[in-house]
Every structure is written in structure tokens, then in C-alpha cells.
């Protein structure tokens, strides 16, 4: 009773953000509204009893990628008579919405029930915690894909390196292993100077 | 009735560990004032109550009766919410702490990752508080404590990975037990000392106090905030700092155990080593802001990804392989 309440607070709070973050003016605020969201998706993980998904999207998202996207919009120089004209995004959106909703039905529908990815209670596993199962999962069966997982993630950012790295030649760098290795004998010349009589 | 009970049972313990935290930042202040003061031969505060211990209520005080300055171009709603969100967020990760054995509010299976992703939060109330300004200083400094914690929660990542590989659990209990035997700052060193130095980056202390630098953006992101929004700020980070403090206990220093376990040691109740070396690390902190002068943003910067990163990944991979292959893995 208490938890199904406290999922429709969550699911209500999510949606209510969400439709927040596409209406509300200034991004900024948008991206408030958007972590707001995050956490009460972290929420409903919580009471799902899925403690250790919250806190990883919590630290993920909230406390990395979110911060990432308020800095950027923050930095935008943004006109904001350019952003209230009315936009022609509506069709994608809705593309994109019926597509996502597709795949809903198809996985709730239709999907066999033994194969079915709503953890068993019945389960042996079911003394272990949630950290324990995901690693276990992970780190064994699903084993190749966690790798190529990581090998995108690689590729991706060594792309996002390339792109931005730009490597100018007349800014001054600091180069602290030559500065350390700096030494007296290399550096310091002791010359014999004869002061010769002037007059 | 017993439910409400509970509930009853459990604000009462929030609001004890809220009033020990108060008091830590409370007797933090004085203690760090008095330090600083012995460091460059000054007396400190000497002249409110004796010792000048009542100097921390009296600037309490003025500054809770000054006129709050919301600036006009600001963005009010953001401006008030971000000291707001400073402070709870450094309080609220307090639930998880265990002062000593079974002394805890919130005794979770992932308490490190909470406190992990709470003070990971932390970087809202500044950026925010430093958007919602409207002015150049504070957003300056926003940005460069965005990047600053981003930066150095890596590291410290990594640290909590390499403890967790050793003890085989996120429970906080649980890590301090496993260091019956060791404390871990002795099997793991380097990684010891780069949690304590990302500590302080993470909370925007000196020597990394770039965001709030006064030679350079005035006091950055606060630089709008007067009265009791400052207060809510100085607060939030007292509390987060004392938090880093305790994780370090936590962590390295085997939390509530005696350093022997042998007769007059380990009757002394454990909540009394807890708060010794959690005041011991704050003394640490206190001593580097006296003698360390302040990074440059680059070295910062360096330090973090350059030197950091590449030694903590190199620990963590170490660390599984001498545990695998002396089979000491838990």
C-alpha cells in the first residue's frame, strides 16, 4: 500500500518534470527539472528494491552527466527570442515517442514468459544483495557484452579527444618533469673571470 | 503504534546526529581559528567568553541578524535554493556514518556508494548558487568548481574501489570490521595519501580553493551571498568537510576500533576514537590550509588527471591481482 503510493508520487513527480524540461523557457531551468527527474527515477529504483541501481544513477547521472549538461548551458550564449519561436520538432518527437512505445508493448506483450526479465522472488539468488547479483550477472554471463560495452564507451571517447584536442605551439606550457629534472651542472656555468687593471 | 515508534525512534537519532555534526563544525571553526592563529603567532579568538570559545556564536549570531541581499538581476528561486541544497546535502549523508558500532541511523548495504553519490551532489549548490548570481565572479568560480569536483571524484572512486576490493562489502560496518586485523592506510598508502588530497579538492579546501579564491574572483561563488544564505554555505561545507573526514576514519583509519586491542585501549568507548581521529584528519586539513600556499587552476587540473588518475587505476589493478593471486579476496 505505502510503496504502490509512493511510486505513483515518484512516476507523477517524473512525468510532471519531464513535461517541465520540454515546456519551461530559460534551459537552465530545464536541466533543473531534468535532474529532478533523475532522482525520482533513482526513487522508484529504491523501492523496487533495486538499492544499488539508485545510487549508481544517482551518482552517474546526477552527480556527473547532469552537472556536465549544466555547465555546457550554462556557457551557451543564448538568444532568447530565438528559442521561444515555435520549433518543428514535433513530428520526430512524435516519431521517436511511437517507436519507444513500440518497443514497450513488444517487450510487455510479447515477450515469452520464461525468459522474462522481472527477477523471480522465488529465486536462489535471492539471498545474495543486489551488488552481489549484478556483479556476479555481469562478470559471467554477460561477459562479452559488458566488454564491448566498455570498448564503445573507449572509442567514444578517444573521438570526443580527437575532435577537441587541438595542439597550438606558441602557448607557453608548463613541463614539470624538465623543471624537476633541472640540475646544477647542466644549468649553472661557473666561469674564471680575470678582472684585467684598467689604467 | 509501534511503526510510529520507529519513526519517532528515528528522528530522534537524525536529530542527534544532526546536533553532533553542528557541534563538530562548531568546535571545527574555533579549534581551526585557534590553529591558524598558533601557526602565524597570533592569539586568535581570545576576547568572546573564555578562551574566545563563544567567538563561533557570536559571528553566528551577526550573521543571522543581518539584512539577507538578494541581488536584483538575480534569479531568485535558484538564489535562495542553492545554499539550501549545500547544506542538506552535507547533512543528509550523515545518516549513513556509524559513530561506533551499531551507532548509526541508516545502517545500508550501500552506504559508501550513498555517500559517494551525496557528496557528489555537493557541486550543485555552488554551480547554481553561482549562476543564480548573475555576476561574473561567482560564475566564474561555479565553473571552476564544476570541473574541480568532477575532476576529482574520479580519484576518489577509484580509492573507495581499491577499500572495497579489500573488504568485499559497501556496508560501512562492514568496512570498518574488516580492519580489525590492519588499519588499511598501512597496506594501502598511496592510496591513503590521494584520498586525502582529493578530499580536499572535493570540498573546495585549501590548498584547492580555487572556486572561492579572494585573490583572484573576490570570494567567487559567495561573493553575492550576505547573512544567513552565507551561514547555510559555511555550514554545508564545515559539515562536508568534517563528512570527508569521517570517510577517511572510515576508510583507512578503521573508523571506531582502538589502534591495539589490548586492556586500558579498548574499554575507551568506540564513538571517542572515532571522534579522535576524525578530529586528528580535521587537524591535517587545518595544518595544510596554514602552510600550503594555493594550486594554480592548471596544476590543479594536472594533478587531478595527470598524476591521480593514472596511479589510483594502476593501485586498483594491483590490488586485485595480489589479492587474486595470494587468494586474500574476501
Known amino acids: 500500500m505505502f510503496v504502490s503510493i509512493l511510486f505513483f508520487i515518484f512516476s507523477f513527480l517524473i512525468l510532471a518534470s519531464a513535461l517541465l524540461v520540454i515546456t519551461s523557457k530559460n534551459p537552465v531551468n530545464s536541466v533543473i527539472f531534468l535532474i529532478f527527474s533523475f532522482f525520482n527515477a533513482a526513487g522508484i ?138 640540475d646544477q651542472e647542466k644549468n649553472v656555468e661557473l666561469k674564471d673571470i680575470t678582472f684585467e687593471e684598467s689604467e | 503504534m509501534e511503526y510510529i515508534l520507529s519513526i519517532l525512534f528515528i528522528f530522534l537519532q537524525s536529530f542527534l546526529v544532526i546536533f553532533a555534526v553542528l557541534m563538530m563544525a562548531y568546535l571545527g571553526i574555533y579549534g581551526e581559528r585557534k590553529l591558524w592563529a598558533a601557526v602565524q603567532l597570533r ?13 563561533p556564536v557570536a559571528d553566528f549570531l551577526k550573521l543571522l541578524l543581518k539584512e539577507p541581499i538578494i541581488p536584483d538581476k538575480a534569479n531568485k528561486v535558484i538564489f535562495v535554493m542553492a545554499p539550501l541544497v549545500t547544506c542538506f546535502v552535507a547533512l543528509s549523508a550523515w545518516a549513513v556514518v556509524p559513530f561506533a558500532e551499531n551507532w548509526v541511523v541508516a545502517d545500508i548495504n550501500v552506504g559508501i556508494l550513498y555517500i559517494f553519490a551525496i557528496s557528489s551532489l555537493g557541486v550543485y549548490g555552488i554551480i547554481l548558487g553561482g549562476w543564480a548570481s548573475n555576476s561574473k565572479y561567482p560564475f566564474m568560480g561555479a565553473m571552476r568548481s564544476a570541473a574541480q569536483m568532477v575532476s576529482y571524484e574520479v580519484s576518489i572512486g577509484f580509492v573507495i574501489i581499491t577499500v572495497l576490493l579489500c573488504v568485499g562489502s559497501l556496508n560501512l560496518t562492514d568496512i570498518v570490521l574488516a580492519q580489525k586485523k590492519i588499519w588499511f592506510f598501512i597496506p594501502l598508502f598511496p592510496m591513503f595519501i590521494i584520498f586525502f588530497v582529493s578530499a580536499l579538492a572535493e570540498t573546495n579546501r585549501p590548498p584547492f580553493d580555487l572556486p572561492e579564491a579572494e585573490a583572484e574572483l573576490v570570494a567567487g561563488y559567495q561573493v553575492e551571498y550576505s547573512s544567513s544564505f552565507f551561514l547555510l554555505y559555511f555550514l554545508g561545507e564545515l559539515a562536508a568537510t568534517f563528512l570527508m573526514c569521517a570517510m577517511i576514519t572510515i576508510l583507512f583509519l578503521g573508523g571506531w576500533l582502538p589502534p591495539f586491542d589490548i586492556y586500558p585501549l579498548n574499554v575507551i568507548p568506540g564513538v571517542v576514537w572515532f571522534m579522535l581521529k576524525v578530529a586528528f584528519i580535521f587537524f591535517m586539513f587545518g595544518m595544510v590550509k596554514a602552510l600550503i600556499p594555493r594550486y594554480r587552476y592548471d596544476q590543479l587540473m594536472r594533478l587531478g588527471w595527470k598524476v591521480f588518475l593514472p596511479i589510483s587505476l594502476f593501485w586498483v589493478v594491483l590490488t586485485a591481482s595480489v589479492l587474486f593471486i595470494f587468494d586474500l579476496a574476501p
Do not use: W
Request: proline share 2%; aromatic share 10%.
Open chain 1, 45 to 182: 529504483f529504491l523501492i523496487a528494491g533495486a538499492e544499488f541501481l539508485a545510487l549508481i544513477m544517482l551518482i552517474v547521472y546526477v552527480g556527473a552527466v547532469a552537472v556536465l549538461f549544466l555547465f555546457v548551458v550554462m556557457m551557451l550564449d543564448l538568444n532568447f527570442e530565438e528559442l521561444n519561436k515555435k520549433t518543428n520538432f514535433v513530428k520526430t518527437g512524435i516519431i521517436t515517442a511511437g517507436i519507444l512505445i513500440a518497443e514497450m508493448i513488444v517487450l510487455f506483450v510479447y515477450y515469452p514468459e520464461e525468459q522474462s526479465f522481472i527477477i523471480n522472488k522465488n529465486n536462489e539468488l535471492n539471498s545474495l544483495t543486489n551488488t552481489e547479483i549484478i556483479g556476479s550477472k555481469i562478470y559471467t554471463e554477460h561477459f562479452y557484452h559488458f566488454q564491448i560495452a566498455g570498448l564503445i564507451l573507449l572509442v567514444a571517447m578517444i573521438g570526443a579527444i580527437v575532435l577537441t584536442l587541438r595542439h597550438r605551439d606558441n602557448v607557453r606550457r608548463q613541463d614539470i618533469s624538465s623543471q624537476v629534472s633541472r
Open chain 2, 43 to 55: 592569539r586568535g579568538p581570545n576576547i568572546v567568553g573564555p578562551f574566545g570559545l563563544l567567538q
